[in-house]
């Protein structure tokens, strides 16, 4: 496909691991990011992944990448109500040039107590 | 501060009128960026600026958009004749280099158009 797709929404119990999957457009996209937004606030840069890396571990963060299949996902170990966000991930494809960041709809993060 | 800091964070204009909107790149990042986020919707690449070079102007919607920076500093994104469609948040980014540095992103400017 050409959009970079998410899932609209996930929601998950406080103390659960959460799963945020992406499937991205370019296979030679060099870097894959992850952006968090909370409400009324701007993104910030959770984590990036190099394509050359099938994983990335930071703290309760885990990105996992298939690059065959074009696919990234962020785990949140141990998912608290302050994740509750909107996580979008986020390639700079390589066949658009320049740096522009081409991002997915977003998946809106709902943690229950 | 050590961010990325646009103002004002909140405008609200008549359809017609013109708006100037703000940003101010970490210290020492040549690239800057300018996106466009509508209501419910994902971020829309408009501009970038990497140092002398000439921008990459390829998002900006019509001509009534542009956009200036100044050496490696202060951008400014201009709306001329704004129109109701033109209500979104524009989030300023910059990243220390042209290659695919991560981009940091400001709080955004939410423009809302009467």
């Known amino acids: 496909g050409e959009d970079v797709e998410q899932s609209l929404f996930l929601s998950v119990r406080e103390g659960d691991s959460s799963v945020i999957n992406c499937t991205y457009t370019?296979?030679?996209?060099?870097?894959l990011y992850w952006y968090k937004q909370e409400p009324g606030a701007g993104l910030q840069l959770l984590t990036y992944i190099f394509s050359n890396m099938d994983m990335k571990q930071d703290q309760r963060l885990t990105v996992l990448l298939n690059k065959k299949d074009k696919h990234l996902s962020l785990r949140i170990a141990d998912t608290q109500t302050g994740d509750s966000a909107i996580y979008f991930c986020?390639?700079?494809?390589?066949?658009?040039?320049?740096?522009?960041?081409?991002f997915g709809t977003g998946t809106q993060l709902k943690v229950e107590l | 501060g050590a961010g990325v800091s646009q103002s004002p964070s909140n405008k609200v204009t008549e359809k017609g009128k013109d708006v100037e909107l703000r940003c101010d790149p970490i210290?020492?990042?040549?690239?800057l960026y300018w996106y466009r986020q509508r209501l419910g919707q994902g971020l829309e690449f408009l501009i970038y600026?990497?140092?002398?070079?000439?921008?990459?102007k390829s998002g900006l919607p019509s001509d009534r958009f542009s956009a200036e920076r100044t050496g490696e500093s202060v951008s400014t994104l201009t709306i001329q004749r704004t129109q109701q469609e033109d209500s979104a948040v524009y989030l300023c980014?910059?990243?220390?280099?042209?290659?695919?540095?991560?981009?940091?992103f400001g709080d955004g400017t939410r423009l809302s158009i009467l």
């Open positions: 210290s020492g990042h040549t690239a």
């Open positions: 370019d296979s030679s996209s060099t870097y």
């Open positions: 986020a390639e700079i494809p390589m066949t658009g040039g320049g740096n522009k960041l081409t």
């Open positions: 600026f990497q140092g002398n070079s000439a921008p990459d």
């Open positions: 980014a910059s990243s220390l280099g042209a290659g695919p540095e991560p981009q940091h």
